[in-house]
């Protein structure tokens, strides 16, 4: 990031080199791109099959049912391995597309599996990298699986304010499994059905809002 003569923050590409689509492995993408939003979900399991990664593709689906996107779903296995770099510019080509894509979205479902009680590192250090101004007044789902029912509330005590830190706008609906509430990769469990419906609605409301337009911090990256 540079000052123009004029004043206004001027994005420079931090990577060597330009990077092609084959740097990718082949995140799950759908709908037209043309007149769609571009809805990224991004997941932070380290594994497959996982169930943060259908959780997370639960909300997916249900926000595709309500409008017109163009979704990309990425995890932290499709950054591979090597994002242990303290810095973007050393992070490999598929980490970086990830985060690029992250900040390029017009809306984010995020969510992570709880290690011991939070989010788990390596979801925060791909995070981490995200420029700090990317996500202001970005709609956001916050979700997060664990191992049973008693951290449910890690989205809002971990989650959301990392995400506050953004000034992204969260929705007020979280999205939260336990392990009995995933099954063979879907959601089997009525109440999560709910507020994964809920949820995908909230996140259509602040899509129509787009409060990004009038605020002073986004004009001033573009
Ligand atoms: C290192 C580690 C720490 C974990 N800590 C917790 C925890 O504090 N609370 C919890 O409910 N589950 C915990 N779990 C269980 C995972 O959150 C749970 O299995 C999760 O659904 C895995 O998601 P995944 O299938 O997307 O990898 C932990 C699992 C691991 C591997």
Redesign the pocket.
Same mark, same amino acid.
């Given at each position: 990031m540079t000052t123009s003569p004029a004043g206004a923050l001027v994005r420079r590409p931090s990577f060597k080199r330009p990077i092609t689509p084959d740097d990718v492995p082949h995140p799950i993408s759908c709908g037209p791109p043309l007149m769609a939003v571009r809805i990224v979900a991004f997941?932070g399991?380290? /594994?497959r099959?996982?169930?943060?990664?259908a959780l997370v593709e639960a909300v997916a689906t249900e926000v595709a049912r309500l409008r017109n996107v163009d979704l990309k779903i990425f995890d932290l296995v499709d950054a591979g391995t090597g994002i242990a770099v303290a810095s973007r510019d050393a992070l490999p080509l598929p980490a970086a597309r990830i985060v690029e894509a992250i900040e390029g979205a017009d809306a984010l479902i995020v969510g992570s599996?709880?290690?011991? *009680?939070a989010y788990s590192g390596l979801f925060k250090h791909l995070i981490d990298f995200v420029h700090p101004e990317a996500l202001v007044g970005k709609p956001v789902v916050l979700a997060a699986? %664990? *191992? %049973?029912p008693? /951290?449910a509330l890690v989205v809002e005590h971990a989650l959301r304010p990392l995400f506050g830190f953004f000034s992204a706008q969260t929705v007020p609906t979280s999205v939260y499994a *336990?392990?009995t509430e995933i099954v063979d990769g879907r959601v089997s469990d009525a109440i999560v059905l709910e507020r994964v419906a809920r949820a995908a609605a909230e996140l259509d409301v602040l899509l129509d809002l787009d409060l990004r337009q009038s605020d002073p911090r986004i004009a001033a990256a573009r």
């Open positions: 997941s399991n380290t /594994h099959p996982s169930r943060t990664r599996p709880v290690y011991k *009680g699986t %664990g *191992g %049973g008693r /951290h *336990g392990d």
